[in-house]
């Protein structure tokens, strides 16, 4: 039998090449498309629980921003949002914007942290005695985690008074006029002179100042003296003052999304909100050194639980002679310190009147065009708290080491900029400092213009699910979990301080324009009248590229917790994950979960805190995987199908001209499973050898396309193609098994029942397709499938954007059209034109004895290619017509799509279902000519 295998490949060589050919392109396009189209399968485990709804239904995050604990339990901690800064493009978020089923596509690029400085002014006229000369000493302290932290302000201030007049020239110091005595006494220069021979080599390192005031002048200290004196003092009579730094984080906003997602206009409280597209300026003033001025929304609350204490002190002061040579001296700030002092009182005050009055100082809110605004030359990006898990639900804060280089600055002499109070105490959260580049005109510096404020109160909750921590403002809550927390702590939750690497995080303070942070992120724009060629980013180490932090993503037609929202949600969340490869998150459905936190000792007086603080537990954790969902695996299946109609057709008229032969074997005694081996093995053996020859094909094509693929993707071709070939010989074989010995005188082409007279082409067209109903049927197979499909993805990609989300039999469902779809149906078309043209081949070389007689009867060659023409266009017809109406119903019935789309994308179909059924004509066409009577006569 292997011989007779074996001749019937070498005297049929080119009908089993067609057939091989067949299996090649249907098995490596099933294999290749189904390995490299670009869909993912989302799952979702867990349950919507009762508040659905938050702010918003997806969050996208960059790549890789999750942390260990959240992709083991799917916990996240609060103001997490305020952590990440960076990683997602302007045209990733656009793409998500543009995508089909998204109402709202909120962006929020955190920038950094910047400093403001706030000037916190103390009184002393309360205590002043009647003595004629008084020097007080302020020392300040900074009171944190409920005054468990005690921060130094730095150096002590001093303060000194006079009963004498005084007076302050253009150049020098003040000048206090004794009665008597014709020099003019000089009491700051000794600290003037002091600090003129002495440099901070610390950014937490300070030196003591005086401040030199009469009760019986208006002496201001506004001068350039004055500034030199770090005083600060701006109020009536005798006074001191102590400057703050607020960390404030700074984040770029797009002003319609965010009105549209949490109504954020309805916060403002003064001025105005941002404009849309509202972009930053360029000093008008021509500054060679600036860079843009951007314009801000403030916010009027601050969450930091920092209060600044005074403690004044009166010192004892030797007599007069001794006091003024002193103080005139260079040794001045050592002989005050050594002089005995006594308090006389404290004065504290909390970190929202000071943070109130800083503003009103660093950045008042804008009524003219000109002026820069806050001034900021340096930022810094904070990273997120890292934690070891003790047990369950039980973590452990790790504490992280900050160098002090990251308080360097090229605007200060020193080459420090003055840290915020508990700098050097334990840190939690690593610091990125990024400065201000410097060109050949100076250190570049950018401009802050409040435009208004805006209350983050106002803001509305949505439900408790989405403020914990899901909200970008919402603020930070850290309880005490034990009694010895709540001591520590004064019974009060743990809140943020000025500590930039401290345990708590303050959500956003500041919001500029998304196109504002692209300048204040992007190259220099230098003015015309600068003659350098220079054009460096304006801050170092900027993420220019990729600026975003977040994008919050709320889904158009969701109501509820109902399986349609839930499935419009899903479709866009894996839309989302395909076409940007970015993180993404279902928030709908997360709850409150707290955990208890270890935070170890403090360095400055805190104890170690157990605290409980309000993660949140993702009710519903999403994960992609590489897989292909049941529409893109019946539509590549088609391919398959097709190749298998068109592989029995093919081995069906392979047994049909060898009725003779099979007729012959059955007369020399070969029994019925012996032929149906044979015909079997014969396709078997045609699909091995596609099946090598397309596994090969397949290796050449994965370089080539830049396709990944595994190995055994590329094996998968050969079992692939045996067992589509055995599948579809299978019928052809048992038909060949069924033979008769009589087989061998029966003509191959003999009609069933009565064909009636043909009086015309077309009669004769029709009657030839009713000759072999079932060949005529495969021929048709092909495009019924093919123009159904096309049928329902043209109306959805017409319709809906190529995606479809309804009910299907009571239950949701998604329809997305992909390209990959509209490939695998283009190729499923191709195969069925190809049985089409072989269906047409057949015919004319069966029926060549008849077709040459009707020549020599006096036929023309173009009634005979009529009649091949009109087989194809009824063949096209039948399979056409018929999946167009399948198309329209399922569409219709099924998947809810409207009539009118389903009619337009039917006629589209249908059409073409004909027109590649009458291309399929054109190959056959070209053996009309050659059925010649003698030739025929020859070949019988």
């Known amino acids: 039998m292997r011989d007779f295998i074996w001749s019937q490949f070498r005297h049929r060589r080119a009908r089993a090449g067609v057939l091989a050919l067949a299996i090649v392109v249907a098995a490596v396009s099933f294999v290749l498309l189904t390995s490299t189209a670009k869909t993912s399968s989302l799952q979702i485990h ?20 999750k942390s260990a604990l959240e992709q083991r339990q799917g916990l996240v901690p609060p103001n997490y949002l305020s952590g990440i800064f960076g990683g997602i493009t302007f045209t990733q978020w656009r793409r998500i914007l543009s995508m089909q089923g998204v109402d709202v596509a909120a962006p929020v690029a955190n920038i950094g942290y910047v400093l403001a400085p706030g000037v916190q002014q103390l009184s002393l006229n309360r205590y002043l005695a009647k003595d004629c000369r008084e020097i007080f000493r302020v020392e300040t302290q900074w009171l944190a985690h409920g005054g468990s932290s005690r921060y130094s302000g730095g150096a002590p201030a001093y303060v000194y008074t006079t009963c004498h007049r005084a007076r302050m020239p253009h150049f020098g110091g003040v000048q206090e006029l004794v009665p008597g005595d014709r020099r003019a006494r000089r009491p700051c220069d000794g600290f003037m002179n002091y600090f003129r021979l002495r440099r901070e080599t610390s950014p937490f390192q300070s030196f003591p100042y005086i401040t030199c005031l009469s009760t019986r002048s208006d002496v201001r200290i506004r001068d350039i003296e004055g500034k030199l004196l770090a005083n600060q003092w701006r109020g009536q009579g005798i006074g001191t003052a102590s400057v703050a730094l607020f960390p404030l984080l700074l984040a770029a906003i797009d002003p319609v999304q965010e009105q549209r997602l949490i109504g954020l206009r309805r916060t403002v409280v003064g001025g105005r909100y941002l404009q849309s597209n509202e972009d930053a300026a360029i000093d ?59 308090t ?142 709540r001591r520590a702590l004064d019974r009060r939750p743990l809140g943020p301080t000025m500590t930039l690497g401290d345990y708590v995080a303050q959500p956003p303070f500041m919001l500029t324009s998304l196109r504002a942070a692209a300048k ?56 989302i994950h395909d076409e940007t490869g970015l993180d993404v998150d279902i928030t709908a459905g997360s709850s409150p979960h707290p955990l208890l936190v270890e935070l170890p000792a403090g360095k400055f007086g805190r104890p ?52 003779q032969e099979i007729g012959t074997l059955r007369t020399l005694g070969w029994p019925r499973r012996a032929i149906f081996g044979a015909i079997l093995g014969e396709v078997a053996g045609v699909g091995l050898v596609a099946g090598l020859i397309g596994a090969a094909l397949a290796l050449v094509l994965v370089p080539v396309l830049d396709l990944h693929l595994d190995l055994w993707r590329v094996v998968l071709v050969i079992p692939l193609s045996v067992g589509l070939a055995l599948i579809a010989g299978l019928g052809p074989a048992v038909l060949a098994g069924r033979g008769e010995p009589l087989d061998a005188l029966r003509p191959p082409v003999a009609g069933r029942g009565r064909l009636g007279r043909v009086r015309s082409v077309l009669a004769l067209a029709m009657a030839n397709l009713r000759r072999l109903p079932a ?79 009707l020549r020599a009867l006096g036929w023309s060659d173009g009634q005979l290619r009529a009649t091949v023409v009109l087989e194809a266009l009824g063949i096209g017809l039948i399979g056409s017509a018929a999946g167009a109406a399948l198309g329209v ?46 030739a025929v006569l020859a070949a019988e």
Not at 554 to 570: Q, T, W
């Open 46 to 65: 867990g349950t919507i629980e009762s508040s659905f709804r938050p702010a918003y239904d997806i969050l996208v995050r960059p790549r890789g921003s």
């Open 284 to 342: 008008k003033l021509g500054c060679l050194i600036c860079g843009p001025i951007a314009p801000v929304l403030v916010g009027t609350k601050t969450y930091l639980d920092e209060p600044l204490v005074f403690r004044i002190n009166r010192l004892e002061l030797p007599n007069e002679p001794v006091l003024l040579r002193r103080l005139e001296a260079p040794g001045a700030p050592r002989f005050v310190a050594r002089l005995s002092s006594r």
């Open 344 to 485: 006389v009182g404290t004065k504290r005050y909390s970190s929202s009147s000071m943070y109130a009055d800083a503003l009103a100082g660093w950045l008042p809110s804008a009524k003219l065009e000109l002026g820069r605004g806050a001034i900021i030359s340096e930022y810094w990006t904070v990273g997120p708290a890292r934690y070891r898990q003790i047990a369950k639900d039980r973590l452990r804060a790790r504490p992280v080491h900050n160098p002090r280089s990251v308080w360097r600055s090229t605007n200060y002499a020193s080459g420090w900029l003055p840290a915020p109070p508990g700098s050097r105490d334990i840190s939690f959260r690593r610091l990125t400092p990024h400065n201000a580049s410097q060109t050949s005109c100076g250190t570049l510096i950018v401009g802050l213009r409040a435009v208004g404020r805006f209350d983050q109160r106002r803001l509305p909750g949505f439900s408790p699910l989405s403020r914990v921590p899901l909200e970008t403002y919402s603020p930070p809550e850290v309880a005490p979990a034990n009694a010895e927390t």
């Open 520 to 575: 204040l992120l992007g190259r220099w724009k230098k003015p015309p009248s600068c003659v350098f060629n220079e054009r460096p980013y304006i801050f170092q180490n900027a993420s220019h590229t990729a600026p975003i932090s977040v994008v919050r993503v709320r889904v158009k037609g969701v109501k509820g917790p109902d399986p349609l929202s839930l499935e419009r949600i899903k479709l866009v969340a894996q839309r």
């Open 608 to 659: 170690e805190l157990l605290l409980r603080e309000g993660w949140s537990k993702k009710g519903v954790s999403v994960s992609f995987l590489r897989a292909l969902d049941r529409k893109d695996l019946l539509l590549f299946a088609l391919i398959l199908v097709i190749c298998g109609f068109f592989l029995s057709n093919g081995a069906l008229a392979t047994v049909r001209a060898r009725r």
């Open 775 to 853: 060949r005529t049927l495969l021929g048709a197979a092909g495009l019924f499938v093919g123009v159904s499909a096309l049928t329902v993805l043209v109306a959805i990609e017409r319709s809906f954007g190529g995606t479809l989300v309804g009910t299907l039999l009571g239950n949701a469902v998604s329809v997305q059209v992909r390209g990959s779809n509209f490939v695998a149906v283009g190729l499923t078309i191709v195969l069925a034109a190809v049985s089409v043209a072989d269906v047409l081949y057949l015919n004319l070389r069966e029926r060549s004895a008849e077709l040459a007689t």
């Open 889 to 934: 119903a399922f569409g219709a019935a099924l998947l809810g799509v409207g009539v009118l789309p389903l009619l337009a994308a039917a006629a589209i179909a249908g059409a073409g279902g004909i027109a590649v059924a009458l291309a399929a004509s054109l190959l056959p066409l070209t053996q009309v000519g050659r059925l010649t009577p003698h």
